[in-house]
């Protein structure tokens, strides 16, 4: 049988010696293209040599492209699993031409690939063209011998390609194949139209004509272009004469590995087989992301990693899956797939640790999640219902991290099905809830912009004094005025300004806007919409609509926040030199007194890393390197290298600002000269903000000296007050937290004796129910091992009972229930601290003779202990 590596290598080396390039697979993770999610086609990395904007050494090429199509029109994530030859990852084989061959050498490419090099039956294949293509028809007829019966013309939905919404289409001809009956029990005979499974499209031919702009007009291309995809797993189904891809060895030995994982064969269990195939398929999926740089989050393309991941997760547990798996069907992937793709390999270790992290994290409320799903199935079964509720849907969601998808999918098994348009309903109440708190100030941004008819122009970089400036516009208490006086506070717009406004994380100058010994103290500069207003408090006098005005920004407060800002580009580029690519901007703050930056990173930064970055950064400071600043096209500028937010919206001409050698970015900010001027950076906190966001807080300029000083201050005072030298410090450190720990141990012996000492007392009040012993009884905070001693002290001494403890620990709750050999089966340890550990806002469980739990809430802890015979006594009198 030929092997997938086989039939990979046959493609590309058939085009090769056809004088064709073969360009290594782009990245999954576009990132010179802020408008697609992930790549999801062979032409993608070619996108901007089809529209003319670029030239490459040669003008046919073929790749074997890694594709993901999970969000958008091209989404096959509900399909996978449960169709034959959907997935959410798949390679794309392809050809293409740019400018140098057509129609006519394209089909006879195909056609020969297929029925020479691959060897298939001719009879098998069936081909469909455009409508109105009646050029690709007669070639098809003609040169290739193609009878008439077997092209079909369709229309614009089968039959004419695009990327998107905009960019490079054409009409494409598709090659079918026909395994000869369909898999579906006495469906009659059908053409290739139909979705029964008989057939199945296995290439499509785009001639790509046309650029379609985003009024939908299609302008022609400067020269007609190639551009064709074949799917990889589908091919290699055929050629490997097999119903199904998950039965190729793309995906046998994963099926096998999970199949061992879960002891349970593949093919035994209908149900069990679609949770195999899409935990293989997200597997596959789940490493090549995170190989490419992408890590589960919460921003777009981090959010549909974790979607696939959890979805895998879910159907591990529906397999009877307890421990972490899913890192280790990823490294079955890596074996797997080493060969063509060996960028794999040197990624394991990462994509091991990633997936085995969101596994550990999700384990946490996946089990809480499948309870309460079963729950809401279970009552909505007795009512008779078959819909899922939406509301219970998005709390599921929200509450318990379930994607969508994941619940349908629990829900279809159940024979029932969701109202997503509750669901959406639901979802669209909360994120009008969660925005209620800036409606009022998203108000007053649009009345602003609309009661002040003006436009301001920027003039801010590189200042050195104030600047003529007029007033276009006055607001006072959110009322356009034609003047503001003494006392008063309001907005001043100006026709042109040095006050940069905040945007891009840089806070808004400060300053003054003055006239004739009348002054305004400018407290912030904002955008309102579009609008940059200046909010100011009026000093002295009067400031009139068309005064002109010499507007004076804050010069030392924004040379300090220069510098924290092009810092903050410095650190961007030394995490990514230091962790991967795949450390992308979260979010940030760029102040005069420090800076913040949120970013991509799946685990805590060591002190070597940060001390690394420390290091480049400060290198790159010391070596005073000339900023350079430039306006360009935004094409031009990601062709350049520049780096850009994905999902952000940029104007045709953008700002590049560039550390050269080291650091490149679109940005409209401030920034200092040169990088000397920074002086020095120092980060003082390194922190997780959520799943998968890292945040660094840092300090540069006279801030950090001023870090540096106090640090000085505080080694100064250890050292006067302990008579030591500063290397001993460390030492002294270790030796007082040797001496606390041993007085801590002192005082919990004597907490213990304390306890023991009242073992008589506390036995006292052990109460009889239905014939049993029962102690419940609160005991001085201790830990967890010390009170496990005292309550089985106290079992001992009952004899035959049920001993209920609880005692305060860390301003928390620990409880502890034992009970006897004898009564175990009759009551468990575990059944009664499952009733009396919410009462202190905790949980727990454990086993039938002992069972522990913690607790929220030390006010209710003696309540708790008290219910807990009335606890006992209802278990009993059900049994």
């Keep these: 049988m030929i092997s997938s590596n086989q039939i990979r290598d046959t493609f590309l080396k058939y085009f090769e010696q056809a004088d064709h390039k073969i360009v290594p697979s782009s990245s ?30 040669y003008k046919r090429a073929t790749s074997s492209q890694k594709c993901m199509r999970v969000s958008g029109k091209q989404n096959d994530f509900k399909e996978v699993g449960r169709s034959n030859r959907h997935h959410t990852f798949f390679e794309m084989l392809g050809n293409f031409s740019f400018g140098n061959y057509y129609k006519k050498e394209a089909i006879h490419f195909a056609w020969e690939m297929l029925t020479r090099n691959f060897g298939l ?11 109105d293509d009646d050029a690709a028809w007669n070639i098809w007829h003609t040169q290739e011998g193609i009878p008439e019966s077997k092209i079909m013309r369709l229309g614009e939905k089968d039959n004419f390609w695009s990327m998107g919404d905009t960019g490079p289409c054409g009409p494409c001809s598709e090659v079918h194949y026909d395994f000869g009956k369909s898999p579906t029990p006495d469906h009659g005979d059908c053409d290739l139209t139909c979705s029964c499974g008989r057939w199945v499209e296995v290439w499509n031919l785009v001639f790509m004509q046309y650029n379609r702009d985003s009024s939908g007009a299609m302008n022609p291309l400067p020269s007609p272009s190639i551009d064709t995809g074949m799917g990889f797993e589908r091919i290699t189904t055929i050629l490997q004469s097999k119903a199904s891809t998950y039965d190729t060895d793309l995906f046998k030995p994963l099926l096998h590995e999970i199949s061992g994982i879960c002891n349970t064969d593949y093919g035994a269990d209908p149900n069990d087989d679609l949770s ?4 293989a398929d997200h597997s596959r999926a789940s490493a090549f992301v995170i190989g490419d740089g992408q890590y589960p989050g919460n921003d777009k393309r981090g959010y549909v990693l974790r979607k696939i991941m959890r979805r895998a997760l879910v159907h591990g547990k529906r397999l009877g899956i307890e421990e972490p798996f899913m890192y280790r069907i990823a490294g079955k992937v890596v074996e797997c797939m080493k060969e063509a793709y060996p960028e794999l390999v040197a990624a394991r270790e990462t994509i091991a640790r990633v997936i085995r992290q969101e596994e550990e994290s999700f384990a946490v409320t996946l089990g809480d999640a499948l309870k309460d799903f079963k729950e809401r199935t279970r009552k909505l079964k007795a009512s008779s219902s078959r819909t899922f509720p939406g509301e219970d849907a998005f709390f599921l969601y929200d509450t318990r991290g379930l994607p969508l998808e994941i619940i349908e999918d629990l829900a279809q098994e159940n024979g029932l099905t969701v109202d997503e348009a509750g669901f959406y309903k639901a979802f669209e109440a909360q994120r009008k809830r969660s925005r209620q708190d800036h409606e009022s100030g998203k108000e007053d941004q649009q009345f602003t912009e609309i009661v002040l008819d003006a436009k301001t122009r920027f003039e801010g970089y590189g200042i050195e004094g104030p600047m003529k400036s007029r007033v276009q516009g006055i607001l006072v208490d959110g009322k356009v005025a034609d003047r503001i006086t003494a006392g008063q506070k309001g907005e001043i717009v100006l026709d042109v300004t040095p006050f940069y406004a905040e945007s891009g994380g840089q806070v808004g100058d400060t300053g003054s806007l003055a006239i004739d010994g009348s002054r305004a103290k400018v407290l912030d500069t904002v955008y309102k919409g579009t609008l940059l207003t200046h909010v100011v408090e009026m000093e002295a006098g009067t400031i009139r609509e068309g005064d002109g005005v010499e507007a004076l920004v804050d010069l030392e407060r924004r040379r300090l926040t220069m510098k924290n800002h092009t810092a903050t580009h410095l650190l961007q580029a030394a995490l990514q030199k230091t962790l991967g690519n795949h450390v992308k901007q979260a979010g940030s703050l760029v102040s005069p007194d420090r800076l913040r930056f949120d970013f991509t990173h799946y685990a805590p930064l060591t002190r070597a890393e940060m001390q690394k970055i420390e290091d480049l950064v400060n290198e790159q400071i010391w070596m ?13 500028a990601m062709k ?6 994905f999902g952000e919206k940029y104007q045709e001409k953008v700002r590049v600002v560039e550390v050269p050698g080291f650091s490149k970015e679109l940005c409209g900010g401030t920034h200092v000269p040169a990088t000397g001027t920074i002086g020095m950076f120092k980060i003082v906190s390194e922190s997780g903000i959520a799943a998968g966001i890292r945040r660094i807080e840092a300090v540069t300029g006279p801030a950090s000296l001023e870090r540096f000083r106090g640090d000085e201050q505080i080694l100064d005072i250890v050292q006067m007050q302990n008579k030591v030298s500063r290397n001993d410090i460390p030492a002294l450190i270790d030796k007082l937290q040797s001496q606390v720990r041993e007085l801590q141990h002192q005082i919990l012996d004597l907490k213990m004796q304390s306890a023991r000492a009242g073992l008589g007392a506390m ?28 309550a089985d002290e106290v079992k001992q001494k009952l004899g035959s009972g049920i001993v209920v403890l609880g005692a305060p620990q860390d301003e928390k709750v620990a409880l502890i229930v034992m009970v006897t050999g004898d009564l175990c089966k009759r009551i468990p340890a575990g059944q009664i601290i499952k009733q009396i550990a919410p009462l ?10 002992l069972a522990e739990a913690g607790g ?17 006594e209802n278990l009993l009198a059900e049994r």
Excluded: C, H
Excluded at 28 to 54: C, H, R, S, Y
Excluded at 763 to 787: C, F, H, M, N, W
Excluded at 857 to 865: F, G, S, V
């Design 28 to 57: 999954l993770i576009p990132f010179n293209d802020p408008t697609l999610l992930f790549t999801n086609a062979g032409m993608n990395q070619f996108k901007d040599v089809f529209l003319g904007n670029e030239n490459r050494p």
């Design 121 to 131: 039956d001719s009879k098998r294949l069936w081909i469909t063209v455009f409508r």
């Design 276 to 279: 195999m195939r899409i935990i």
């Design 624 to 636: 005073n390197s000339e900023i350079r600043t430039s306006v360009m096209d935004l094409e031009m």
């Design 640 to 645: 350049s290298g520049a780096m850009a937010l």
């Design 763 to 790: 036995l006292s009040r052990a109460k009889e129910i239905r014939g049993i012993r029962v102690l419940a009884a609160t005991v001085p905070e201790t830990d967890r091992a010390s009170l496990r001693n005292v």
């Design 840 to 849: 202190v806002g905790g949980a727990g469980g454990g086993k039938p003779e």
């Design 856 to 872: 929220k809430d030390q006010t209710k802890l003696a309540e708790a202990i008290e219910q807990s015979y009335s606890v006992i």
